[in-house]
């Protein structure tokens, strides 16, 4: 891996334009208008956004929040993590989720979780490489409301 210079920044309304590119990079298509009304997370103290920016333009986002259930303490976990095709390998997925877990250990949190599927090409490799152990395999299910 060659590192890149990247600034990792809380993402803000201006970043809606980009954020739903890489919406659709993450598989999940999104228009402009949609990820700006989401954005309303960035309000949310149990929740944040942040974004990889290289040379002034937006190339990743990891966004991470407070799980509490009553079966366990409150820990993190990421909703997702992206890093724009044509700039991975570079060590920005490393550097954005070494941001999320900064924010949720400044929240006094001890473990952050990641769900990944199993047809993500590549992302089986990158979380053990990058310190994350697997705890388990499972299936998620929709329930229509
Ligand atoms: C997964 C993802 C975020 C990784 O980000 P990245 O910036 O490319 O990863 P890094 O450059 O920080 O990689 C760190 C290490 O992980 C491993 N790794 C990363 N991608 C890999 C791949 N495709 N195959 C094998 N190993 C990989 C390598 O060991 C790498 O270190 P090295 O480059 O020194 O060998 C990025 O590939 C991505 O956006 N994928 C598409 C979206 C996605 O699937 N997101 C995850 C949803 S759960």
Sequence with gaps: MSPVRALVRKATTADADALAGLCDELGYA????QVRDRLSLLDDLERTLLV???????VGFVDVHVQRVVEADPYAEVGGLVVKAGRRGEGLGTAMLAAAAEWG?????TVMWIRANLTREGVHDFYPAVGCRRVKDQRVYEYPL
């Design 52 to 58: 990889a920016e290289v040379e002034g333009g937006l």
């Design 105 to 109: 250990r400044g929240r006094g949190l």
């Design 30 to 33: 999104s228009t402009v208008s």
